[in-house]
């Protein structure tokens, strides 16, 4: 199947400092990019959805001045954690899926993110 | 916003044992979607049934669909240590992009 690379694995960061993933479609075009956030022993929940060249869509109850997505090519999304609070540990989790409609979504290995 | 409701939360078996896990949803869908997590890694694609089907297999998987109870099941059957993760369902939400809802998992422990 297709490959999707979630960058940094693991990130721990101080609290107010900006932290940001990557996510990268490996070999295909990743029309539309997805951010999704697990907390411990849960399941995961959308944040926000991305379309190449356009802003993001976000979730009800997710600050978008603080998760900044960006996705700036058809094969990477970026979701920039900015200034970091504790609650905002979590693992987040990328996938990605080209064009059509009844696909299989691919998934990042996810990010450990660790505000102390 | 979760979509679907995994039954049972948690389930230990042994080796050699089957194990079933249900999930049911909420609203009209075009197919349902089986996934696997490990602990702590990325999600990966399991099996993907459409709204049309009742059942299918691949491998050791039997999944089955019920729309007229919005229900679906997953069936691992001579199931291995390495079986132990957590099982998800998930549907495709038209409205966010078809991003993915997913059910709250069901932990499945296989032991040796």
């Known amino acids: 199947g297709a490959v999707v690379s979630q960058h940094p694995s693991r990130v721990i960061c101080k609290s107010g400092t900006s932290v940001k993933i990557e996510c990268r479609s490996l070999d295909f075009q990743a029309t539309t990019m997805f951010w999704y956030r697990q907390f411990p022993k849960q399941s995961l929940m959308l944040m926000a959805t991305?379309?190449?060249?356009?802003?993001?869509?976000?979730e009800q109850g997710v600050e978008k001045d603080k998760f900044l997505i960006n996705h700036a090519s058809l094969t990477l999304s970026t979701l920039t954690v900015t200034s970091a609070h504790p609650e905002d540990s979590s693992f987040y989790i990328c996938?990605?899926?080209?064009?059509?409609?009844?696909?299989?979504?691919?998934f990042g290995q996810g990010t450990r993110l660790t505000v102390v | 916003s979760q979509q679907g409701e995994e039954d049972p939360q948690a389930l230990s078996i042994q080796e050699g044992e089957n194990a079933t896990m249900n999930c049911s949803y909420k609203t009209s869908i075009n197919n349902l979607q089986w996934y696997r997590q490990n602990s702590g890694r990325g999600l990966v694609h399991l099996i993907l049934?459409?709204?049309?089907?009742r059942e299918k297999h691949s491998g050791r998987l039997r999944v089955t669909l019920d729309t007229s109870k919005k229900s679906s099941s997953l069936l691992i059957t001579a199931s291995r240590a390495a079986d132990t993760a957590s099982y998800f369902c998930?549907?495709?939400?038209?409205?966010?992009?078809?991003?993915?809802?997913f059910g709250k998992g069901t932990s499945l422990l296989v032991t040796p």
């Open positions: 998930a549907t495709e939400n038209s409205n966010s992009g078809y991003a993915l809802n």
């Open positions: 991305s379309n190449e060249g356009s802003k993001a869509t976000y």
């Open positions: 996938s990605a899926r080209s064009a059509g409609l009844v696909t299989e979504a691919f």
């Open positions: 049934i459409r709204s049309n089907e």
